[in-house]
């Protein structure tokens, strides 16, 4: 059964254009980092090279390679071949296409400004960064130990026929790197204003047109590939503001085996829960705009501080998370001052089971923040309180009067009657600097935020 996919065309996430990598932060290159220039020439390529290692491509190890001007690294032979196939390769070579066109280097000697360079490469640096690609790309590989990587570099060049005083170039940069079992593509863009040679049939003067760059993967098997879904179109010139990691001009793929891997999808973004227009004397926090939050400054023994939020439709407050943990301790710190209390109501207790502490709504009882560890104690008639200063939870008897924070969800738009009303705290600051999560700035008790 064949399950490989004849040409799978991989997404290309369009990003701001005119994003691109810069030079700086391109492996570095050329002859002063211990590259070598590839001769100039029309169609032409390096010499075999052998590898240090054997290197995985498709399914293949591979202890040489061929550096090739028209743009691409390839294995088993070097590429003549100036227009790319937009299909399948049938010849003998399995290729590594940053960017197949036809690039002429002719007319030109290689130099700093403008040339071909190539290197193996073991330094630590280079393995250091082709790690951070990886890692980014593909999270589950944190641990690898890359051992390797080949790095070629297309600075400043031309499409046939060259002219060495023509400004059109392009600057591109292919790193293979491995560990010894699986290896990896990294295609860095930096400047590419051509897509197509002359004999391509390309624009003379442009280099657009005609039969575009192809860039991807092909096994030289006649049947699998993978190519970036703008290969042969126009749009290919585009490519340094696209991406297939969210970094405009960089692309990162998996390439040991038969099937090359793209990058694992980001995880979606958080749901944005419908925002609830939470009824006056109540707040929300952005971290979850469907809650609302209500402060009952009535001293009040834990039954009757539920009571009165149950009154209204809602709960005492559960702290489930850090962020709701630090955040409310602290607005209620701010609106209990005035109180000469240290600790206010949660939703939690152990009443039912004297070893279980539990939300009074039945939610799992995962996250805490205990000052000690309570659950060596043995105490029965205990319910939690937090501690207005520090957000410690600490237990406490049933019977003690505190006052209380509830959480509702805004349902009928019933008005906590008890709770304080917000405005009548002047001293509030408007901006309270988040410690939980999104370490940003939230506005959370002006109008504009509590409708
Ligand atoms: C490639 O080399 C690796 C490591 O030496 C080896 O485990 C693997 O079997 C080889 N693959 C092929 C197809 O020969
Ligand atoms: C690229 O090559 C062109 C033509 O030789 C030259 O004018 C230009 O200065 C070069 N650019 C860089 C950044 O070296
Ligand atoms: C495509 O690759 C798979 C896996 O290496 C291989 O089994 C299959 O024969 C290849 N297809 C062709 C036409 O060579
Ligand atoms: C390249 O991107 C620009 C800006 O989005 C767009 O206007 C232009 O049409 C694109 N070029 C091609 C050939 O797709
Ligand atoms: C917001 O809170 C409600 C009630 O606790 C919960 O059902 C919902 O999953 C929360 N949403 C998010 C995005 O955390
Ligand atoms: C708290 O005490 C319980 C029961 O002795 C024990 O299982 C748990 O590991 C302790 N937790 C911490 C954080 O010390």
New binding site residues.
């Given amino acids: 059964m064949q399950k490989y996919l004849l040409l799978l065309n991989l997404a290309v996430i369009v990003l701001t254009v005119n994003a691109v990598v810069e030079i700086t932060d391109f492996f570095p290159f050329g002859v002063s980092h211990g590259d070598q220039y590839l001769e100039s020439g029309d169609d032409t390529s390096s010499a075999k090279q052998n590898l240090l290692i054997s290197f995985p491509f498709f399914g293949y190890n591979h202890s040489s390679l061929w550096v090739n001007v028209n743009g691409a690294i390839s294995f088993n032979a070097p590429i003549n071949r100036y227009t790319p196939t937009c299909a399948p390769v049938h010849h003998e070579y399995r290729m590594i296409s940053p960017f197949w066109a036809d690039v002429d280097t002719e007319f030109e000697d290689p130099t700093p400004g403008s040339s071909i360079t190539y290197r193996e490469s073991t330094d630590l640096a280079d393995l250091q960064k082709a790690k951070n690609e990886i890692v980014h790309a593909f999270p589950d590989f944190s641990h690898i130990d890359l051992t390797w990587t080949y790095i070629v570099t297309w600075y400043n060049v031309t499409f046939f026929r060259d002219i060495p005083t023509r400004t059109i170039r392009n600057t591109f940069q292919a790193a293979i790197t491995t560990d010894g079992r699986h290896s990896f593509a990294i295609f860095y863009y930096n400047k590419i204003q051509w897509t197509t040679g002359t004999a391509s049939n390309g624009h003379h003067e442009k280099g657009t047109g005609g039969t575009s760059a192809q860039i991807g993967f092909d096994a030289g098997d006649s049947h699998n590939r993978t190519m970036l879904d703008v290969s042969c179109k126009d749009s290919v010139i585009n490519i340094s503001s696209m991406s297939n990691v969210e970094k405009p001009g960089v692309f990162v793929f998996r390439i040991d085996s038969a099937e090359i891997i793209k990058p694992y999808t980001l995880p979606p973004p ?4 419908e925002k609830l227009e939470c009824p006056p004397n109540s707040i929300q926090l952005r ?5 609302c939050y209500s402060f009952h400054p009535a001293l009040s023994q834990f039954v009757i501080a539920e009571r009165e939020c149950n009154s209204f439709g809602a709960s005492l407050v ?1 702290l ?1 998370n850090k962020y709701t943990s630090v955040y409310i301790p602290q607005l209620a710190n701010l609106l209990f001052k005035h109180l000469e209390v240290e600790q206010f109501w949660i939703n939690a207790h152990r009443l039912i089971d004297e070893n279980t502490f539990e939300w009074t709504n039945g ?1 799992d009882f995962v996250f805490t923040n205990w000052k000690n560890n309570r659950s060596e104690e043995k105490v029965i008639n205990e319910c939690v309180a937090v501690n207005l200063e520090k957000g410690f939870w600490k237990t406490e008897d049933c019977f003690a009067r505190l006052p209380f924070v509830c ?1 509702f ?1 805004g349902e009928g738009k019933k008005v906590p009657q008890t709770a304080l009303v917000l405005e009548e705290f002047p001293d509030l600051p408007n901006y309270i600097y988040e410690t939980g999560v999104h370490q940003t700035f939230m506005k959370i008790l002006d109008k504009g935020d509590r409708q």
């Fill in positions: 958080v749901i944005v829960q971290i979850n705009e469907s809650v559960s489930k939610e959480e969800y």
